[in-house]
């Protein structure tokens, strides 16, 4: 990246930009991957100057390369709602369009809770900001925008719209930072770059496929923002769908921008939506004791830290095949794991000692310590023949000396660069949305209270019993930390 740029963060003070996107740029300066001439705008709400803002980030700022980083950036104050600032923007914008003598590339990051969004892209299109500097440089205009992509799936096609009106799809960048992890990259590779494993990725061999996405931590202060918007907004409708695309989708037709996307696309398309009157048997919700206490959280809500299901992927591929998929927090562990549990088809020539129960698993960890890890039924020692599973991993660290680059840094690298790959497209947005309201709707339908959870345990007691009434349990790992 060669060319100079000009980032706009809007929300700048508030955590994305403090503990994401900044410490996520200023990494990539430090290994010289930005330009010689970028500049980055913070935009926010609080009176700050230029040199208040450079020091906004008190552990960047210890690092000696802070001060030649600083430089690059400066503060617009301004309301969302009020168009002042915006104007403020435009001359600081011209300025620099001027000293370089020509339409520097314009991204606009929008950072801030989705309530302001419509506000922000008002103001971008009245002051003709979203334009660039004229003269057809829209082209070099982009902007990022960060999940929730609405509430449900007519502010999510509302929102779409509004964009559609203001920028064209190859100027939008919608946010999901679980695509640019390195783990949820690799499986592509995984899959479909080593022969071993392709030809028994589907129904005749997989017995079924868990999904988990836990934390140890609550909501940690987070009550006006999440009390009301639950888990399965906040995470199923995005990071939980890119996951179990990960597994379901075909292989591209070619690994470009559109092959990947509409490979991705297709199998969320495909899952199949489970109708409000299946919901009480499919899906299991809950609330960890103590919630409604939390600050901003109201004392009798019923919003869900916690989900649970079982759901099927309508595909050749993966028809009958069962994906269950659990998400929370206060949990007993901080995972992001897929497992993929083959069916246990333990040779005649061992029946007679006995078969573990659990036979093949393949494990991808996609946080922490990113790896793969595959099960397979080994003999232990001894003079006696007896069979137990054994597990085989790879690590990131391990291998390469490093977990690899932070998500927002390929991200916001594949921003700068104006690649698309690893951003969600409408068709996209819209599928997830059409799954998750049907589960909402559920719920209105049949009101029963959200299940209580203790702190440190895998949620209700009914999220077990959702997989062990099939015969199943949820796997257990022998490597977690690999």
Same mark, same amino acid.
């Given at each position: 990246?060669?060319?100079? #740029?000009?980032?706009?963060?809007?929300?700048?003070?508030?955590?994305?930009? &403090?503990?994401?996107?900044?410490?996520?740029?200023? =990494?990539?300066?430090?290994?010289?991957?930005?330009?010689?001439?970028?500049?980055?705008?913070?935009?926010?709400?609080?009176?700050?100057?230029?040199? *208040?803002?450079?020091?906004?980030?008190? *552990?960047?700022?210890?690092?000696?390369?802070?001060?030649? #980083?600083?430089?690059?950036?400066?503060?617009?104050?301004?309301?969302?709602?009020?168009?002042?600032?915006?104007?403020?923007?435009?001359?600081?914008?011209?300025?620099?369009?001027?000293?370089?003598?020509?339409?520097?590339?314009?991204?606009?990051?929008?950072?801030?809770?989705?309530?302001?969004?419509?506000?922000?892209?008002?103001?971008?299109?009245?002051?003709?900001?979203? *334009?660039?500097?004229?003269?057809?440089?829209?082209?070099?205009?982009?902007?990022?925008?960060?999940?929730?992509?609405?509430?449900?799936?007519?502010?999510?096609?509302?929102?779409?719209?509004?964009?559609?009106?203001?920028?064209?799809?190859?100027?939008?960048?919608?946010?999901?930072?679980?695509?640019?992890? *390195?783990?949820?990259?690799?499986?592509?590779?995984?899959?479909?770059?080593?022969?071993?494993?392709?030809?028994?990725?589907?129904?005749?061999?997989?017995?079924?496929?868990?999904?988990?996405?836990?934390?140890?931590?609550? $909501?940690?202060?987070?009550?006006? #923002? #999440?009390?009301?918007?639950?888990?399965?907004?906040?995470?199923?409708?995005?990071?939980?769908?890119?996951?179990?695309?990960?597994?379901?989708?075909?292989?591209?037709?070619?690994? =470009?921008?559109?092959?990947?996307?509409?490979?991705?696309?297709?199998? $969320?398309?495909?899952?199949?939506?489970?109708?409000?009157?299946?919901?009480?048997?499919?899906?299991?919700?809950?609330?960890?004791?103590?919630?409604?206490?939390?600050?901003?959280?109201?004392?009798?809500?019923?919003?869900?830290?916690?989900?649970?299901?079982?759901?099927?992927?309508?595909?050749?591929?993966?028809?009958?095949?069962?994906?269950?998929?659990?998400?929370?927090?206060?949990?007993?562990?901080?995972?992001?794991?897929?497992?993929?549990?083959?069916?246990?088809?333990?040779?005649?020539?061992?029946?007679?000692?006995?078969?573990?129960?659990?036979?093949?698993?393949?494990?991808?960890?996609?946080?922490?310590?990113?790896?793969?890890?595959?099960?397979?039924?080994?003999?232990?020692?001894?003079?006696?023949?007896?069979?137990?599973?054994?597990?085989?991993?790879?690590?990131?660290?391990?291998?390469?000396?490093?977990?690899?680059?932070?998500?927002?840094?390929?991200?916001?690298?594949?921003?700068?660069?104006?690649?698309?790959?690893?951003?969600?497209?409408?068709?996209?947005?819209?599928?997830?949305?059409?799954?998750?309201?049907? $589960?909402?709707?559920?719920?209105?339908?049949?009101?029963?209270?959200?299940?209580?959870?203790?702190?440190?345990?895998?949620?209700? &007691?009914?999220?077990?019993?959702?997989?062990?009434?099939?015969?199943?349990?949820?796997?257990?790992?022998?490597?977690?930390?690999?």
């Amino acid at each position: 990246m060669n060319s100079p #740029f000009v980032l706009i963060i809007f929300g700048a003070t508030g955590d994305l930009a &403090k503990h994401k996107l900044i410490p996520a740029l200023f =990494s990539q300066f430090r290994r010289q991957e930005l330009p010689e001439d970028f500049s980055i705008y913070g935009f926010a709400r609080r009176p700050l100057s230029d040199e *208040e803002f450079q020091s906004y980030f008190p *552990e960047e700022s210890m690092h000696p390369a802070w001060q030649n #980083f600083a430089q690059h950036l400066s503060y617009q104050q301004g309301m969302f709602d009020e168009k002042t600032g915006y104007l403020e923007l435009v001359e600081k914008l011209q300025k620099l369009d001027e000293k370089v003598g020509a339409c520097i590339t314009r991204i606009f990051y929008l950072a801030t809770p989705p309530e302001n969004y419509n506000a922000i892209l008002d103001n971008l299109t009245s002051t003709k900001l979203s *334009e660039g500097c004229g003269q057809g440089s829209s082209k070099w205009t982009r902007l990022a925008i960060e999940k929730p992509f609405g509430k449900d799936l007519e502010t999510a096609r509302e929102l779409d719209k509004k964009l559609g009106e203001i920028f064209e799809e190859r100027q939008i960048f919608r946010v999901d930072h679980y695509l640019g992890k *390195e783990t949820m990259q690799n499986l592509l590779v995984f899959r479909f770059a080593n022969g071993i494993f392709d030809p028994i990725w589907n129904k005749e061999y997989i017995d079924h496929v868990q999904i988990t996405w836990s934390e140890k931590k609550g $909501i940690e202060g987070r009550g006006k #923002f #999440f009390d009301g918007v639950g888990i399965l907004r906040d995470v199923a409708q995005n990071h939980l769908m890119q996951m179990i695309a990960a597994v379901a989708q075909e292989m591209p037709q070619s690994f =470009s921008k559109e092959g990947v996307r509409d490979s991705r696309t297709k199998a $969320i398309q495909a899952i199949s939506c489970i109708e409000s009157e299946n919901v009480q048997t499919y899906v299991v919700r809950g609330q960890y004791e103590g919630y409604t206490n939390e600050k901003d959280v109201a004392p009798t809500s019923q919003t869900e830290t916690f989900v649970a299901c079982k759901l099927f992927v309508d595909t050749p591929r993966f028809a009958g095949v069962p994906f269950y998929v659990r998400i929370g927090k206060e949990l007993e562990k901080a995972e992001a794991t897929i497992s993929l549990v083959f069916k246990q088809t333990c040779h005649i020539l061992f029946k007679e000692i006995g078969c573990p129960e659990e036979g093949n698993v393949l494990t991808i960890r996609i946080q922490p310590n990113e790896g793969i890890s595959i099960r397979v039924i080994a003999k232990t020692p001894g003079s006696t023949l007896a069979l137990q599973p054994v597990d085989m991993h790879f690590a990131y660290n391990e291998q390469f000396g490093t977990q690899g680059i932070d998500a927002y840094e390929k991200i916001l690298g594949d921003i700068i660069h104006g690649e698309q790959m690893l951003f969600n497209r409408s068709d996209e947005l819209e599928a997830s949305w059409t799954f998750i309201e049907k $589960i909402f709707k559920g719920w209105e339908n049949s009101p029963e209270p959200v299940l209580s959870y203790e702190k440190g345990s895998w949620g209700p &007691k009914m999220a077990a019993e959702l997989i062990e009434k099939d015969g199943r349990k949820w796997v257990k790992r022998s490597l977690d930390t690999p």
